[in-house]
């Protein structure tokens, strides 16, 4: 059975920084490109940034590009968030592929809030 698991998600002034960390069972993670999606109450889940297999290729999203890096290290994969704002509120979910198909592998996501 396959799970993935994020976790480092938490309550955060505005401008401060956290880390989020994935990681999976049953499922070898290195096989894969790997994200972080986003999605706050009332909107569409987002794409937020994207890290090919071998780690040398990282996109972004245009809201993000700047703040947010992504990086992988063996069967773990993380998003650095710095300078947070209140938009960046939402449940952050880690994922299989960079597609957001619901077929790929998902988590039960983490909760990042951003006081203002």
């Known amino acids: 059975q396959v799970q993935v698991m994020e976790s480092g998600g938490g309550l955060v002034q505005a401008g401060g920084s956290l880390r989020l960390s994935c990681t999976a069972s049953g499922l070898i993670f290195e096989n894969y490109h790997l994200s972080w999606f986003r999605q706050s109450p009332g909107k569409e889940r987002e794409g937020v940034a994207c890290?090919?297999?071998?780690?040398?290729s990282t996109r972004y999203a245009d809201s993000v590009q700047g703040r947010f890096t992504i990086s992988r290290d063996g069967a773990r994969v993380n998003l650095q968030m710095n300078g947070l704002k209140s938009e960046d509120t939402a449940v952050y979910y880690c994922?299989?592929?960079?597609?957001?198909?619901?077929?790929?592998?998902w988590g039960q996501g983490t909760q990042v809030t951003v006081s203002s």
């Open positions: 890290i090919d297999r071998r780690g040398s």
């Open positions: 994922a299989s592929e960079c597609r957001g198909r619901s077929e790929d592998y």
